[in-house]
């Protein structure tokens, strides 16, 4: 059962991502105006952030309790760890640490520009996106087997 689970909050993760950087956030930005676009796109951001927390935590969480159970095989340091662990790291790092940034860089406080801080974020959704689709292409097979029996 619980690598049922596994196999359906990764997947909902990556569905997740996947609809906001292809779907919500371009159409914000194609049929809103610019400033309001952009705090619907930060609303988002900020709702996925928090989601990406509960579900990589949940999930490594599962990894764990599934190892420790013997119903997968390998290292604890499995990519069903190090995944979602990864996930959460470019989480922190690109929405909870570059957005403080990115609010001064739009107040002309510090160093980096937005753009540049944009880009730097932009390249970690990118990792944490790829980190989980990876994730949900790997559990799957294993909740195929699961189905089977």
Same mark, same amino acid.
């Given at each position: 059962? $619980? &690598?049922?689970?596994?196999?359906?909050? !990764? %997947? /909902?993760?990556?569905?997740?991502?996947?609809?906001?950087? $292809? &779907?919500?956030?371009?159409?914000?930005? !194609? %049929? /809103?105006?610019?400033?309001?676009?952009?705090?619907?796109?930060?609303?988002?951001?900020?709702m996925d952030a928090r989601f990406a927390l509960v579900a990589g935590i949940l999930l490594i969480l599962m990894e764990r309790r599934l190892h420790r159970d013997g119903e997968v095989g390998g290292s604890a340091m499995s990519a069903g760890f190090l995944l979602p662990l990864l996930a959460i790291g470019f989480t922190a790092a690109g929405?909870?640490?570059?957005?403080?940034?990115?609010?001064?860089?739009?107040?002309?406080?510090?160093?980096?520009?937005?753009?540049?801080?944009?880009?730097?974020?932009?390249?970690?959704?990118?990792?944490?996106?790829?980190?989980v689709c990876v994730l949900a292409w790997r559990v799957m097979p294993r909740f195929a087997s699961a189905l089977r029996t």
């Open positions: 059962m $619980l &690598l049922r689970i596994r196999a359906l909050l !990764a %997947t /909902l993760w990556a569905g997740e991502l996947l609809t906001v950087a $292809l &779907l919500a956030a371009p159409n914000a930005f !194609a %049929t /809103l105006e610019r400033a309001v676009a952009g705090r619907y796109v930060g609303r988002l951001f900020e929405y909870y640490a570059l957005e403080p940034m990115m609010e001064a860089a739009r107040q002309g406080q510090g160093s980096w520009t937005f753009l540049q801080l944009h880009a730097v974020s932009l390249v970690f959704f990118g990792l944490r996106t790829l980190a």
